[in-house]
Protein backbone atom coordinates (compact mmCIF):
# COMPACT_ATOMS: atom_id res chain seq x y z
CA UNK A 1 0.00 0.00 0.00
CA UNK A 2 1.17 3.68 -0.90
CA UNK A 3 -1.39 5.37 1.87
CA UNK A 4 -3.17 8.56 0.10
CA UNK A 5 -1.85 10.07 -3.40
CA UNK A 6 -1.39 13.30 -4.78
CA UNK A 7 -0.41 14.34 -8.29
CA UNK A 8 1.20 17.24 -9.05
CA UNK A 9 0.23 18.16 -12.74
CA UNK A 10 -2.61 18.10 -15.02
CA UNK A 11 -0.94 17.56 -18.99
CA UNK A 12 -1.33 14.74 -20.24
CA UNK A 13 0.71 12.41 -18.34
CA UNK A 14 -0.72 13.55 -15.09
CA UNK A 15 -4.25 13.18 -16.20
CA UNK A 16 -3.19 9.66 -17.75
CA UNK A 17 -1.93 8.66 -13.91
CA UNK A 18 -4.88 9.93 -13.00
CA UNK A 19 -6.67 7.79 -14.72
CA UNK A 20 -5.43 4.44 -13.70
CA UNK A 21 -5.19 5.45 -10.42
CA UNK A 22 -9.05 6.46 -10.24
CA UNK A 23 -9.49 3.24 -12.16
CA UNK A 24 -7.73 1.07 -9.54
CA UNK A 25 -10.54 2.70 -6.79
CA UNK A 26 -7.72 5.45 -5.55
CA UNK A 27 -8.94 8.77 -4.68
CA UNK A 28 -6.20 11.33 -5.92
CA UNK A 29 -5.72 14.95 -4.79
CA UNK A 30 -4.37 16.69 -7.35
CA UNK A 31 -2.88 19.98 -7.67
CA UNK A 32 -3.52 21.62 -10.60
CA UNK A 33 -2.09 25.35 -11.54
CA UNK A 34 -5.26 26.57 -13.88
CA UNK A 35 -8.50 27.48 -12.17
CA UNK A 36 -10.44 26.54 -15.30
CA UNK A 37 -9.13 22.90 -15.14
CA UNK A 38 -9.47 23.14 -11.13
CA UNK A 39 -13.81 23.70 -12.53
CA UNK A 40 -13.85 21.42 -14.88
CA UNK A 41 -12.40 18.91 -12.62
CA UNK A 42 -14.45 19.73 -9.64
CA UNK A 43 -17.93 19.94 -11.47
CA UNK A 44 -17.92 18.45 -15.17
CA UNK A 45 -15.17 15.66 -14.01
CA UNK A 46 -12.61 16.30 -17.05
CA UNK A 47 -10.02 18.02 -17.71
CA UNK A 48 -10.62 20.34 -20.51
CA UNK A 49 -7.48 20.99 -22.21
CA UNK A 50 -5.32 17.11 -22.18
CA UNK A 51 -6.99 13.86 -22.82
CA UNK A 52 -10.83 15.31 -22.88
CA UNK A 53 -12.25 12.19 -23.38
CA UNK A 54 -11.38 10.55 -19.90
CA UNK A 55 -14.42 11.21 -17.42
CA UNK A 56 -13.30 10.65 -13.60
CA UNK A 57 -15.96 9.63 -11.18
CA UNK A 58 -17.44 12.03 -8.66
CA UNK A 59 -15.28 11.95 -5.59
CA UNK A 60 -12.49 10.09 -6.97
CA UNK A 61 -10.80 13.53 -7.39
CA UNK A 62 -9.45 15.89 -5.32
CA UNK A 63 -8.06 19.09 -7.14
CA UNK A 64 -6.39 21.83 -5.92
CA UNK A 65 -4.50 24.99 -6.14
CA UNK A 66 -2.80 24.57 -2.98
CA UNK A 67 0.03 22.96 -3.04
CA UNK A 68 0.95 22.43 0.38
CA UNK A 69 -2.62 21.75 1.29
CA UNK A 70 -1.96 18.98 -1.10
CA UNK A 71 0.69 17.26 -0.01
CA UNK A 72 -0.40 17.42 3.37
CA UNK A 73 -3.07 15.04 2.54
CA UNK A 74 -0.68 12.96 1.19
CA UNK A 75 1.97 10.15 1.95
CA UNK A 76 3.23 9.39 -1.31
CA UNK A 77 3.61 11.91 -4.38
CA UNK A 78 3.65 11.64 -7.85
CA UNK A 79 5.78 14.88 -9.70
CA UNK A 80 4.13 14.91 -13.31
CA UNK A 81 4.87 17.99 -14.60
CA UNK A 82 7.33 18.90 -17.15
CA UNK A 83 11.19 19.03 -16.02
CA UNK A 84 11.08 22.87 -16.88
CA UNK A 85 8.78 23.53 -14.20
CA UNK A 86 9.42 20.68 -11.84
CA UNK A 87 12.41 22.53 -9.76
CA UNK A 88 10.28 25.32 -9.01
CA UNK A 89 7.14 23.65 -7.99
CA UNK A 90 9.71 20.98 -5.54
CA UNK A 91 11.18 24.88 -4.15
CA UNK A 92 7.70 25.93 -3.22
CA UNK A 93 7.85 23.63 -0.66
CA UNK A 94 10.46 23.35 2.72
CA UNK A 95 12.81 20.73 2.46
CA UNK A 96 11.43 18.36 5.48
CA UNK A 97 8.20 18.33 3.87
CA UNK A 98 9.21 16.97 0.81
CA UNK A 99 11.66 14.29 3.27
CA UNK A 100 8.40 12.63 4.71
CA UNK A 101 7.15 11.75 1.26
CA UNK A 102 7.40 8.62 -0.96
CA UNK A 103 8.45 10.85 -4.19
CA UNK A 104 7.09 8.69 -7.39
CA UNK A 105 8.99 10.48 -10.98
CA UNK A 106 6.95 10.77 -13.70
CA UNK A 107 9.45 13.08 -15.39
CA UNK A 108 11.03 11.74 -18.41
CA UNK A 109 13.85 14.03 -18.31
CA UNK A 110 16.16 16.41 -16.19
CA UNK A 111 15.97 19.72 -14.19
CA UNK A 112 17.31 22.19 -16.54
CA UNK A 113 18.24 24.53 -14.21
CA UNK A 114 20.78 21.93 -12.60
CA UNK A 115 21.16 19.19 -14.87
CA UNK A 116 20.12 16.56 -12.33
CA UNK A 117 17.59 13.74 -12.81
CA UNK A 118 14.45 13.79 -9.69
CA UNK A 119 16.49 12.14 -7.19
CA UNK A 120 19.48 13.47 -7.32
CA UNK A 121 17.93 17.44 -6.89
CA UNK A 122 15.56 15.44 -4.19
CA UNK A 123 18.70 13.86 -2.01
CA UNK A 124 21.23 16.45 -2.85
CA UNK A 125 18.87 19.54 -2.49
CA UNK A 126 16.32 18.22 0.00
CA UNK A 127 17.67 16.12 2.16
CA UNK A 128 15.74 13.39 0.62
CA UNK A 129 16.04 9.47 1.12
CA UNK A 130 16.55 7.38 -2.13
CA UNK A 131 14.47 4.31 -0.19
CA UNK A 132 11.50 6.70 -0.78
CA UNK A 133 11.89 7.26 -4.17
CA UNK A 134 10.57 5.55 -7.06
CA UNK A 135 10.63 6.70 -11.03
CA UNK A 136 7.49 5.23 -13.71
CA UNK A 137 9.01 4.83 -17.25
CA UNK A 138 8.43 2.61 -20.38
CA UNK A 139 6.65 2.91 -23.83
CA UNK A 140 3.10 4.44 -22.68
CA UNK A 141 2.03 7.28 -24.49
CA UNK A 142 -1.02 9.28 -22.60
CA UNK A 143 -3.33 8.87 -25.51
CA UNK A 144 -3.13 4.95 -25.79
CA UNK A 145 -3.61 5.47 -21.63
CA UNK A 146 -6.50 7.21 -22.44
CA UNK A 147 -8.40 4.30 -24.79
CA UNK A 148 -7.30 1.79 -22.13
CA UNK A 149 -4.60 -0.03 -24.75
CA UNK A 150 -2.57 -2.20 -22.75
CA UNK A 151 0.64 -0.79 -22.14
CA UNK A 152 3.58 -1.62 -20.15
CA UNK A 153 5.38 0.22 -17.17
CA UNK A 154 8.52 -0.09 -15.04
CA UNK A 155 8.72 0.76 -11.74
CA UNK A 156 12.64 1.79 -10.46
CA UNK A 157 13.03 1.69 -6.98
CA UNK A 158 15.67 0.57 -4.31
CA UNK A 159 12.88 -0.07 -1.90
CA UNK A 160 11.55 -3.21 -2.95
CA UNK A 161 8.18 -3.04 -1.03
CA UNK A 162 7.79 0.76 -1.98
CA UNK A 163 8.54 -0.44 -5.35
CA UNK A 164 6.64 -3.24 -5.90
CA UNK A 165 3.65 -1.44 -4.11
CA UNK A 166 3.39 1.46 -6.28
CA UNK A 167 3.90 -1.08 -9.06
CA UNK A 168 0.23 -2.75 -7.48
CA UNK A 169 -1.26 0.39 -7.80
CA UNK A 170 -1.03 1.23 -11.25
CA UNK A 171 -1.48 -2.36 -12.54
CA UNK A 172 -4.57 -2.88 -14.08
CA UNK A 173 -6.80 -4.72 -16.82
CA UNK A 174 -4.72 -2.04 -19.50
CA UNK A 175 -1.81 -1.83 -17.91
CA UNK A 176 1.07 -4.00 -17.07
CA UNK A 177 3.29 -3.35 -14.55
CA UNK A 178 7.21 -4.81 -13.55
CA UNK A 179 9.86 -3.18 -11.42
CA UNK A 180 13.48 -2.85 -11.43
CA UNK A 181 16.55 -1.49 -9.11
CA UNK A 182 17.87 0.67 -11.77
CA UNK A 183 16.72 4.21 -10.85
CA UNK A 184 19.48 5.94 -12.50
CA UNK A 185 19.54 4.09 -15.77
CA UNK A 186 15.73 3.76 -16.63
CA UNK A 187 15.45 7.71 -16.28
CA UNK A 188 18.61 8.61 -18.45
CA UNK A 189 17.61 5.98 -21.04
CA UNK A 190 14.10 8.30 -20.77
CA UNK A 191 16.21 11.65 -21.49
CA UNK A 192 18.06 10.35 -23.67
CA UNK A 193 14.65 8.30 -26.15
CA UNK A 194 13.46 12.25 -25.56
CA UNK A 195 16.45 13.72 -27.84
CA UNK A 196 16.59 10.90 -30.31
CA UNK A 197 13.06 11.24 -31.20
CA UNK A 198 13.63 14.86 -32.04
CA UNK A 199 15.75 13.77 -34.06
CA UNK A 200 13.62 11.00 -35.92
CA UNK A 201 10.94 13.81 -36.17
CA UNK A 202 13.76 16.00 -38.22
CA UNK A 203 14.61 13.32 -40.30
CA UNK A 204 11.04 12.64 -41.33
CA UNK A 205 10.67 16.51 -42.37
CA UNK A 206 13.64 16.35 -44.54
CA UNK A 207 11.82 13.02 -46.46
CA UNK A 208 14.09 10.71 -45.21
CA UNK A 209 12.25 6.73 -44.95
CA UNK A 210 11.51 4.11 -43.34
CA UNK A 211 14.65 2.45 -44.14
CA UNK A 212 17.05 5.36 -42.39
CA UNK A 213 14.83 5.57 -39.53
CA UNK A 214 15.22 2.24 -38.54
CA UNK A 215 19.35 2.49 -39.17
CA UNK A 216 19.26 5.84 -37.38
CA UNK A 217 17.57 4.47 -34.30
CA UNK A 218 19.37 1.52 -33.97
CA UNK A 219 22.48 3.95 -33.64
CA UNK A 220 20.83 5.74 -31.31
CA UNK A 221 20.12 2.62 -29.12
CA UNK A 222 23.66 1.44 -29.40
CA UNK A 223 24.75 5.20 -28.14
CA UNK A 224 21.94 5.13 -25.38
CA UNK A 225 23.50 1.69 -24.31
CA UNK A 226 26.72 2.94 -24.29
CA UNK A 227 26.15 5.49 -22.54
CA UNK A 228 24.05 3.71 -19.85
CA UNK A 229 26.68 0.89 -19.44
CA UNK A 230 29.69 3.43 -19.06
CA UNK A 231 27.63 5.21 -16.63
CA UNK A 232 26.91 2.38 -14.62
CA UNK A 233 30.38 0.80 -14.58
CA UNK A 234 31.90 4.45 -13.45
CA UNK A 235 29.01 5.82 -11.55
CA UNK A 236 26.60 3.62 -9.59
CA UNK A 237 28.40 0.13 -9.84
CA UNK A 238 26.74 -2.83 -7.94
CA UNK A 239 26.29 -6.58 -8.16
CA UNK A 240 22.69 -6.11 -10.26
CA UNK A 241 23.87 -5.82 -13.77
CA UNK A 242 20.59 -3.84 -15.10
CA UNK A 243 19.12 -5.64 -18.48
CA UNK A 244 18.92 -2.77 -20.62
CA UNK A 245 17.64 -4.76 -23.74
CA UNK A 246 14.03 -4.39 -21.99
CA UNK A 247 10.78 -2.35 -22.60
CA UNK A 248 11.93 0.69 -20.06
CA UNK A 249 15.51 1.21 -22.40
CA UNK A 250 14.85 0.08 -26.00
CA UNK A 251 10.96 0.08 -26.69
CA UNK A 252 10.41 3.06 -25.24
CA UNK A 253 13.10 4.48 -27.62
CA UNK A 254 11.41 2.33 -30.48
CA UNK A 255 7.77 4.25 -29.70
CA UNK A 256 8.79 7.89 -28.98
CA UNK A 257 10.62 7.89 -32.12
CA UNK A 258 7.97 6.10 -34.41
CA UNK A 259 5.02 6.93 -33.07
CA UNK A 260 2.26 9.87 -34.50
CA UNK A 261 1.45 10.35 -30.65
CA UNK A 262 4.88 11.30 -29.33
CA UNK A 263 5.35 15.18 -28.82
CA UNK A 264 9.30 14.94 -29.30
CA UNK A 265 8.70 13.46 -32.98
CA UNK A 266 6.19 16.09 -33.49
CA UNK A 267 8.48 18.44 -32.19
CA UNK A 268 11.33 17.48 -34.18
CA UNK A 269 9.16 17.43 -37.59
CA UNK A 270 8.16 21.40 -37.26
CA UNK A 271 11.74 22.25 -36.71
CA UNK A 272 13.12 20.06 -39.72
CA UNK A 273 10.19 21.76 -41.65
CA UNK A 274 12.35 24.53 -40.61
CA UNK A 275 9.96 26.61 -37.71
CA UNK A 276 12.09 27.93 -34.80
CA UNK A 277 12.34 26.72 -31.46
CA UNK A 278 9.85 29.45 -30.15
CA UNK A 279 7.26 28.73 -32.95
CA UNK A 280 7.04 25.28 -33.01
CA UNK A 281 6.50 25.30 -28.81
CA UNK A 282 3.55 27.70 -29.44
CA UNK A 283 2.19 25.71 -31.87
CA UNK A 284 2.82 22.45 -30.36
CA UNK A 285 1.49 24.36 -26.29
CA UNK A 286 2.98 21.80 -24.82
CA UNK A 287 6.81 20.97 -23.74
CA UNK A 288 8.53 18.42 -25.52
CA UNK A 289 11.41 17.12 -22.86
CA UNK A 290 14.05 16.19 -25.42
CA UNK A 291 14.01 20.27 -26.58
CA UNK A 292 15.32 20.50 -22.77
CA UNK A 293 17.42 17.58 -21.81
CA UNK A 294 19.18 17.88 -25.16
CA UNK A 295 21.11 20.96 -23.35
CA UNK A 296 21.45 19.34 -19.96
CA UNK A 297 22.87 16.01 -21.57
CA UNK A 298 25.83 17.23 -22.77
CA UNK A 299 26.03 18.99 -19.43
CA UNK A 300 25.77 14.96 -18.19
CA UNK A 301 28.24 13.24 -20.50
CA UNK A 302 30.84 16.28 -20.26
CA UNK A 303 30.78 15.47 -16.27
CA UNK A 304 31.29 11.71 -16.37
CA UNK A 305 33.13 11.84 -19.89
CA UNK A 306 30.82 9.73 -22.27
CA UNK A 307 30.65 10.16 -25.83
CA UNK A 308 27.10 10.76 -27.25
CA UNK A 309 28.15 12.27 -30.49
CA UNK A 310 24.39 11.70 -31.93
CA UNK A 311 22.70 13.38 -29.01
CA UNK A 312 25.58 16.03 -29.85
CA UNK A 313 24.33 17.13 -33.35
CA UNK A 314 20.64 16.98 -32.25
CA UNK A 315 21.61 19.46 -29.75
CA UNK A 316 23.46 21.70 -32.08
CA UNK A 317 20.66 21.83 -34.61
CA UNK A 318 18.13 22.89 -31.28
CA UNK A 319 20.72 24.86 -29.63
CA UNK A 320 23.37 26.49 -31.69
CA UNK A 321 21.93 27.03 -35.25
CA UNK A 322 23.17 23.93 -37.09
CA UNK A 323 20.64 23.38 -39.61
CA UNK A 324 18.86 20.33 -39.94
CA UNK A 325 20.00 19.44 -43.53
CA UNK A 326 23.73 19.80 -42.47
CA UNK A 327 22.57 17.76 -39.43
CA UNK A 328 21.69 15.00 -40.66
CA UNK A 329 24.28 14.99 -43.40
CA UNK A 330 27.13 14.84 -40.79
CA UNK A 331 24.60 11.89 -39.17
CA UNK A 332 24.07 10.16 -43.08
CA UNK A 333 28.23 9.61 -42.56
CA UNK A 334 27.82 7.92 -38.81
CA UNK A 335 25.31 5.38 -39.11
CA UNK A 336 26.14 1.74 -39.73
Known sequence: MIG????????????????ILTDNGHTIHWWVRN????????????????????????????????????????????????????????????????????????????LPECNLL????????MGCSLQKYVAITGPCHAE?????????????GLNDALTQGVAASFNSTYINTTHNHDIWGAQYAAVLKN???????????????????????????REMYGFLQSHFEKVHPSDEQPDFHTSAYLGDLLVTCYSLHSRNRTFGAMIGKGYSVKATTLEMNMVAEGYYAARGMQAV?????????????????????????????RIEKMLT
Open 195 to 221: IFAIGAGIAHALDYGDNFLSVYTTNCY
Open 144 to 156: EVAQERLSYLTFS
Open 301 to 329: AAQYGIALPLATIIYSILWEGLSPTEGFS
Open 35 to 110: QEAINSLSTRHHNPHYLTSVRFLPGTIVPTDNLKHMLNQCSTVVVAVPSAFAQGVINQIPAEVWQQKNIVSAIKGI
Open 118 to 125: LNDYMTDS
Open 4 to 19: QTGIIGNGSWGTALAK
